[in-house]
């Protein structure tokens, strides 16, 4: 009897000691980050940016797997299901975290039970551009001829339930002007139409079309934060445009599966806050239209989106946003 206990025994100190030695090797084979939008995006220049510097820090590939479709919810839900070995991660922006849930049916996950909160990463501000030929040059001047059009006008997204739907929807409502949403698979389908003069309006995160602002190939009317974005200081807000307490934008933020061991969680977390707090990868973020925010721990990341799920959920309610079918 003693004979079998100690077996036992030294067996489980075995299984343990393996199991601390593999956490201690992670990562030991290239690992996944799935992002649910297409290249050209806010989130796809983010993740790039953020992989390639986990690559170099952790001596293995971060590979990027875009995973594009319902508004950023088909990627969430193929890292839901994946093995929660660390292998397979999934940075998402707010959209199917926060918006989706509250506004499409039969998504295939929780956004609050079926992940491992890592941490925040940045908050995109969004910012509405039109053509350069347009008459407007402010957004108030913009919404006055609107309402003078005799047919609701048509504004780009990144698809139904994104973040670019809802802030427009939301700055529509409060305007009092009908206006049309045409969805697009990606920012950049949607900026190229604005450029050719085939879609009126877009609004979009200030990191996919900053560049084609800074090229003159777009013109920027606001931006959806409560103060100028130090990212460009030239352009004015929504707020001092007519709308008070107008700030709608999206966060991206570094989850695991459900059931991610925590100490891959707080070496994650570890490594994600080193390379934001990089004067040089800063200073990519900011080029790229994105503002660094870091969460001090991940139980904080995971209070912020549920309380931030909740929020939106009341301003989906309280604008009569529909549900809408996938």
């Not at 790039?48 to 293995?60: H, K, N, V, W």
């Not at 909160?117 to 509405?128: N, Q, R, S």
């Not at 003159?216 to 707020?239: C, D, Q, Y």
């Not at 991610?260 to 707090?277: D, V």
Request: hydrophobic share 45%; proline share 7%.
């Amino acid at each position: 009897m003693k004979l079998n206990c100690l077996i036992k025994f030294f067996g489980l100190v075995f299984l343990a000691s393996n199991a601390i030695v593999a956490l201690a090797a992670y990562p030991d084979r290239p690992v996944t980050i799935i992002i649910g939008f297409p290249p050209g995006t806010g989130t796809d220049t983010v993740t790039r940016i953020m992989a390639d510097r986990l690559s170099q820090r952790m001596g293995q590939q971060f590979l990027v797997d875009n995973k594009v479709g319902v508004a950023g919810s088909i990627g969430a839900g193929i890292a839901a299901k994946a093995k929660p070995d660390g292998y397979t991660l999934l940075v998402s922006a707010s959209a199917p975290m926060s918006i989706n849930p509250h506004i499409y049916k039969n998504l295939t996950y929780n956004p609050l039970t079926d992940f491992t909160p890592i941490g925040m990463l940045v908050w995109l501000p969004y910012l509405m551009v039109v053509n350069p030929n347009d008459p407007a040059n402010t957004l108030q001047q913009f919404l006055a001829n609107a309402q003078k059009s005799s047919t609701p006008v048509s504004y780009g997204s990144t698809g139904n339930g994104a973040t670019s739907n809802l802030v427009m929807s939301v700055l529509a409502k409060r305007a009092g002007v009908e206006m049309t949403q045409i969805p697009y698979k990606g920012s950049s389908q949607a900026q190229a139409d604005v450029i050719g003069g085939q879609l009126p309006v877009t609004f979009d995160t200030l990191s996919s079309s900053i560049a084609m602002v800074r090229a003159g190939k777009l013109k920027p009317l606001a931006v959806a934060t409560l103060k100028r974005t130090e990212l460009a200081p030239e352009i004015p807000t929504v707020v001092e445009q007519g709308f008070p307490g107008f700030e709608i934008g999206a966060w991206l933020g570094l989850f695991g599966p459900l059931g991610l061991p925590p100490a891959i969680q707080k070496t994650l977390l570890n490594e994600i806050n080193a390379i934001l707090q990089e004067p040089e990868t800063r200073a990519k973020l900011a080029k790229s239209g994105a503002e660094v925010r870091m969460s001090a721990n991940s139980g904080e990341f995971a209070l912020f989106i549920k309380n931030d799920n909740e929020n939106t959920g009341k301003l989906i309610r309280d604008f009569n946003i529909k549900p809408m079918e996938q």
